[in-house]
């Protein structure tokens, strides 16, 4: 009979946290988890699942207008933001709950509390009592960054309190061009909010195909949303009832509402880690091995708290290999390559794999396969929104090492594509399966041509 009260302990039940605990249990392990916010985290809570109903919600202002080339009057639309959000809250408090219900019934104690490491096999609850375990996980995800080297940023929103607002504002200043940025700008431009996205750089989405990232850039401008690159806000004042930010440039610009949307902090403040001698990196995230193990034996680490690759089917990964390791003794590691992601804005971005300036440096020679044409849906509809994929295949092999797209239902292609990545299939392989028509995604198995960009292309 082992000596400590836990087999595991988890501290945080975001998507990692609960998948670990649930599974450990299920493989008989007495587990602990301790959360001081609702269970879910930040996917279920203030991520990923109400972010998708605002999409879903933000598309019918398109598919309203798109009604009426296919002969449909739809009359006059308004929007009523406090039913979206109420409806939306529900359906997380509705989620959360069956989270909560799923880790109980699997036999794991949950403690409605905040944690705190205070030894190698040590946690000490809020309430001050303290618990041994012989493994602790800690799976604590990660934060809206707040700059505190910009004065007035205590003034602005967080992706958090996008769900919560009381009512919509009239404008909306947006500072950031990463994933939240855009997809928010989407969202509440749709709405009827006019958004202005201020970005540092000169395209968004920096770290996406280059392709990709024009186009997501110029679908934003196309579709409403007032995009000011190359600007640095120095600070951020509050004037009559509404918000000035200053840029470097010493423009100002106004909004009824800024929301900062910079990246996300791993949440190991106060979590006593680095006091028992777990390293962090300089940004605060756990240092772990391959197998999420951080530099004390008896503490792992999963998810947005180790800063590998902040996405939930990731972190959900991650805990699966945790317990195979920790609990079945199994030793498995995540292999982080060729992780599909997406870009919920309008049309909806995603990729999986190299980018076409990643493929070049690592091999050289690579092949592109590209087409942008407007999909038959928005040809009737008068919709201006454009399709484009495009393939980025290795030259010597023929793998196809990355695979691009922005369009109607691209997440959803691009869950398919991945599997063809993953499984580092050959553009001749792709090329020999049957086209589905009429779909967009057919597209993809029937790019004969290699793309030559014009400045190459010397037939004029
Ligand atoms: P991202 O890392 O995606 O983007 C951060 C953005 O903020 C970049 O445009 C960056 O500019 C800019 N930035 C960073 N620091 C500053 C600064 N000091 N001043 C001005 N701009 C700054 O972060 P997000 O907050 O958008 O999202 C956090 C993470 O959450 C994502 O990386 C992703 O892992 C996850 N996520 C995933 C989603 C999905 O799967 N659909 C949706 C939402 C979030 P630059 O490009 O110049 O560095």
Redesign the pocket.
């Known amino acids: 009979m082992s000596s400590f009260d836990y087999d595991l302990f988890t501290i945080g039940a975001g998507s990692g946290g609960t998948r670990a605990s649930r599974l450990a249990a299920s493989k008989g392990a007495r587990v602990g988890l301790a959360e001081e916010s609702r269970i879910g985290g930040?996917c279920v809570v203030r991520?990923?699942i109400p972010?998708k109903f605002l999409v879903f919600g933000a598309e019918l202002a398109q598919a309203f207008r798109d009604a009426a080339g296919y002969g449909w009057t739809v009359g006059a639309t308004s929007f009523d933001w406090p039913t979206l959000r109420d409806n939306v809250a529900r359906d997380v408090t509705r989620l959360s709950a069956i989270y909560e219900r799923n880790l109980v019934n699997a036999g794991v104690e949950v403690f409605g509390e905040r944690a705190r490491v205070v030894g190698p096999n040590q946690v000490e609850l809020s309430s001050g009592k303290r618990v041994s375990a012989r493994t602790i996980l800690v799976a604590t995800g990660?934060r809206?960054?707040r700059?505190k080297?910009?004065p007035g940023c205590e003034l602005a929103l967080v992706?958090d309190d996008a769900f919560v607002l009381e009512k919509l504002p009239k404008r909306l200043l947006i500072?950031?061009?990463?994933?939240?940025?855009?997809?928010l700008a989407n969202i509440f431009n749709a709405l009827g909010v006019e958004v202005c996205l201020?970005?540092?750089?000169h395209t968004?989405?920096?770290?996406f195909d280059d392709d990709l990232r024009i186009q997501v850039h110029s679908d934003l401008e196309r579709h409403g949303v007032r995009v000011s690159t190359n600007t640095?806000?120095e600070g951020i004042e509050e004037k009559n009832g509404a918000y000035e930010a200053r840029t470097a440039s010493g423009t100002v610009l106004t909004a009824d509402k800024v929301l900062?949307?910079?990246?996300?902090d791993p949440n190991t403040e106060g979590l006593g880690l680095a006091e028992v001698g777990v390293q962090l990196d300089a940004e605060g995230a756990v240092t772990v091995d391959a197998y999420s193990r951080s530099s004390v034996p008896s503490i792992y680490a999963i998810g947005?708290v180790t800063n590998r690759?902040?996405?939930?089917p990731v972190a959900i990964r991650e805990a699966q290999a945790f317990v195979a390791t920790v609990i079945e003794q199994r030793p498995s590691m995540f292999d982080h390559g060729d992780v599909p992601?997406?870009?919920?804005c309008t049309p909806p971005a995603a990729a999986v794999g190299l980018s076409e300036a990643q493929a070049r440096k690592t091999f050289g020679a690579i092949d592109i396969y590209r087409t942008s044409f407007r999909p038959m849906r928005n040809v009737l509809a008068g919709n201006e929104d454009r399709a484009l994929m495009k393939l980025v295949v290795r030259a010597d092999t023929r793998e196809v090492v990355g695979v691009h797209m922005v369009g109607d239902a691209a997440?959803e292609i691009m869950q398919m594509a991945a599997i063809a990545v993953k499984a580092k299939l050959t553009k001749d392989q792709w090329d020999t399966t049957c086209a589905l028509h009429p779909t967009i995604a057919e597209e993809l198995v029937l790019m004969r041509d290699k793309y030559v960009p014009p400045a190459l292309n010397t037939m004029g």
């Open positions: 930040t991520g990923c972010k990660g809206p960054r700059p080297e910009l992706s500072i950031g061009g990463g994933y939240i940025a855009v997809e201020v970005y540092r750089g968004v989405l920096q770290g640095t806000i900062v949307a910079i990246g996300r947005d690759l902040n996405l939930t992601t997406a870009v919920f997440p």
